[in-house]
């Protein structure tokens, strides 16, 4: 069996050999049939490229089938349960897991990177007290590029190793920063004794104390979500970043592409939706009315179902763990029992099952982050520092491949042609 199509154009008669090589055909196969010399070749039509590769990728594998999930090959569930977020970050950025003096390095470059530059204080503080910290954080990363003008230099492998280290360290001030803008609060400067995420804490929550540290099953917990929002493959903002980066540009100004992907409310505000849907319920006793509503079609389970995983998503799976941790120390949101009184009955519904619908990531990551005192308008922001890795593996991987070109998609025009113009005497006459 050879690996090829045969297409016959029914418009000419002619037969073309496409070759199939991993499981794809590439689309400028297609450019080349045309019904004479004149016309355009044919072009593959796929908005929100649903069934269309946009790059070879080493960084994240999904099996939405089966549930998997792996960074560099390794499971989620195993770097969620032994590793931690700068480790990982390593893996996505590195490709491997670091040696002891690696991650001794990495963490040390990491760590002496969160502070920034006096100046992005004060254009942050000049951000109305309403303003949404997604909107301050995807300014401010973008004018990161402003102070490391030599960041443009993206040929250059030191110099992009920088600009990754920078982003991955700055990230946490700025989305602290961006939070305590909107309570009036004063800005808190990183502790450099502190781990990552326990900075992060740190930045957002400290007060008078001289020292903020946090409760170590909340880093933890936190750590762990940061791991499992780390990379996705070609979601939205992954391919904002990878679209802006193939022109070039410097990586600050591609991850803040990537920032405003995220910003929207079909990539990163699922959980937010989810507690207001679980408010909404109220109570047990309510859940069978609303499942009822759900299968008539008048709202959605919102946390259920997935482009990619018909299957349970394995990062609910683990998120569902990390709530035990948290509301051990924070005490159980009473929200808990309803999403989990929710999912019990959806999961043996036939509505559900027969669609293959089962809980996502944002079904219990709302209620963990709420219990960790965040404001859902700070629940994107995090996905946000967890996602900043995952979008700097995918730049890099992007600037270093060969067969990568600027994104520049075909359309298929719908609208007037040659019209003459009228002059506005004669229009407005
Ligand atoms: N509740 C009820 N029914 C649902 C749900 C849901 N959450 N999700 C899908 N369905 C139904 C659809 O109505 C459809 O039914 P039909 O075949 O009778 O028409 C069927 O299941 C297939 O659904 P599609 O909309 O075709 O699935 P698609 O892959 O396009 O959508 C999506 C996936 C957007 C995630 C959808 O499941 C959804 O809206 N879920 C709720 C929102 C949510 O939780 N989003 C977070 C996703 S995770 C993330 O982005 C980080």
Redesign the pocket.
């Known amino acids: 069996m050879a690996d090829s199509l045969t297409v016959t154009d029914n418009r000419t008669g002619e037969t073309y050999e496409v070759p199939i090589a991993d499981g794809a055909i590439r689309a400028d196969e297609f450019g080349k049939i045309r019904v004479d010399d004149d016309s355009p070749g044919l072009a593959l039509y796929d908005p929100g490229f649903v069934n269309t590769a946009s790059c070879r990728s080493a960084v994240t594998f999904i099996d939405g089938e089966k549930g998997i999930l792996e960074y560099r090959g390794y499971p989620i569930e195993q770097l969620a349960e032994h590793s931690n977020f700068l480790e990982v970050a390593y893996l996505l950025i590195h490709g491997d897991l670091p040696t002891k003096e690696q991650y001794e390095r990495w963490e040390h470059e990491i760590t002496f990177h969160t502070f920034v530059h006096e100046n992005v204080k004060g254009f942050m503080e000049g951000f109305r007290y309403d303003a949404h910290p997604m909107g301050i954080l995807m300014a401010s990363v973008g004018a990161l590029s402003t102070f490391y003008p030599e960041s443009r230099n993206i040929a250059d492998g030191d110099n992009r190793h920088m600009q990754i280290v920078r982003m991955i360290a700055k990230m946490p001030t700025l989305g602290a920063w961006a939070y305590r803008n909107a309570q009036g609060k004063p800005y808190v400067y990183p502790d450099n004794d502190l781990s990552y995420t326990a900075n992060f804490l740190a930045m957002l929550f400290k007060m008078s104390e001289r020292k903020f540290e946090a409760d170590e099953r909340l880093v933890k917990a936190l750590d762990v979500l940061f791991i499992l929002h780390a990379d996705?493959e070609q979601?939205c903002s992954t391919n904002a970043v990878r679209s802006v980066g193939s022109s070039q540009v410097d990586p600050y100004s591609a991850v803040a592409a990537g920032v405003a992907a995220l910003y929207g409310p079909?990539?990163?505000g699922?959980?937010e939706?989810?507690l207001r849907m679980l408010r909404r319920i109220g109570s047990k006793e309510n859940i069978p009315a609303f499942i009822e509503g759900?299968?008539n079609?008048d709202?959605?389970?919102?946390?259920?179902?997935?482009?990619?995983y018909k299957n349970y998503?394995p990062r609910a799976q683990i998120i569902k763990k990390a709530c035990d941790d948290v509301f051990e120390v924070t005490g159980v949101n009473p929200l808990l029992e309803i999403a989990q009184e929710l999912e019990k009955i959806a999961l043996e519904d036939d509505?559900?099952v027969s669609?293959k619908?089962y809980p996502?990531?944002?079904?219990y990551s709302g209620l963990i982050y709420e219990a960790l005192q965040f404001p859902p308008e700070m629940f994107t922001v995090l996905?946000a520092i967890g996602r900043t890795p995952g979008w700097l593996s995918q730049w890099l991987e992007l600037v270093q491949d060969k067969e990568q070109k600027i994104a520049r998609p075909k359309q298929i025009y719908t609208g007037a042609r040659g019209l003459d113009y009228v002059p506005t005497s004669e229009r407005w006459a």
């Open positions: 996705h979601n079909l990539h990163g699922a959980n939706s989810v759900v299968k079609g709202e959605k389970l919102m946390g259920f179902g997935h482009r990619v998503d509505y559900f669609r619908l996502n990531v944002d079904f996905f």
